[in-house]
């Protein structure tokens, strides 16, 4: 028939699925256990943090070796929220990314992304945790060439990791090099150490002075 209205709309193909990044929770904890490490490290905890820094880091540290990824998890949410605090000495960069997020309250429609596609969006924010991923890795790097621990190897892998991250096909090529990474620091650095919390003194016997 003339103009063939019968015909039904032509129907793009939609694009294809990008491959899934993979997030196993060991590699989840993984992820932020081994620059939680290097953080811990720095020089601005003057030789050695605060208990009340190390002792959630020791636990994350040990639910990880015995497998509770979950309870490692839950150990490095509550170590990053105390590095937001106050208190505490203000972490450089790129080791503030380990912080937790404290957004400032915007109405939703100044967010220049508030209109896009729900896959969009979650597309820029995996895309943006995984550059955010790569600074640490190179930060980490970084700190330990400059601090004695055997490195030289790891410099051209997170070259390698920041060509993968280009790749048109996802991120899964990138997270298998990074991971790789992360594995391969975590048994080179040094342990934590924890600032030494003074000894009681005891009560004070009647007509003694305190010490």
């Known amino acids: 028939m003339p103009g063939r209205p019968n015909k039904p709309p032509d129907i793009e193909a939609p694009p294809p699925s990008l491959a899934p990044i993979p997030e196993p929770p060991e590699r989840k904890a993984l992820r932020r256990l081994v620059p939680t490490h290097v953080a811990l490290l720095l020089e601005i905890w003057k030789g050695a943090p605060s208990p009340d820094l190390t002792g959630p880091f020791g636990k994350a540290e040990a639910s990880f070796s015995a497998g509770d990824y979950a309870a490692a998890l839950a150990a490095l949410d ?6 937001a605090e106050p208190r505490w000495p203000t972490l450089p960069e790129p080791f503030r990314l380990l912080r937790v997020p404290i ?9 220049p992304d508030h209109s896009l596609p729900i896959a969009e969006k979650d597309a820029k924010k995996a895309r943006k945790t995984a550059e955010e991923l790569l600074v640490l890795a190179r930060g980490c790097v970084a700190w330990a060439s400059a601090h004695g621990v055997e490195a030289q190897d ?8 920041a060509a993968r991250l280009t790749d048109p096909s996802g991120l899964a090529p990138f997270y298998e090099e990074v991971d790789a990474l992360w594995v ?3 048994g080179r650095l040094p342990a934590v150490r924890a600032a030494k919390t003074p000894a009681s003194a005891g009560p004070v016997a009647e007509g003694e002075e305190p010490s």
């Open 103 to 111: 957004p400032t309250p915007v109405p939703p429609h100044w967010d």
């Open 184 to 186: 391969d620091l975590r």
């Open 154 to 161: 790891l410099t051209p892998r997170v070259e390698t990791a």
């Open 78 to 83: 509550l170590l990053s929220v105390r590095f």
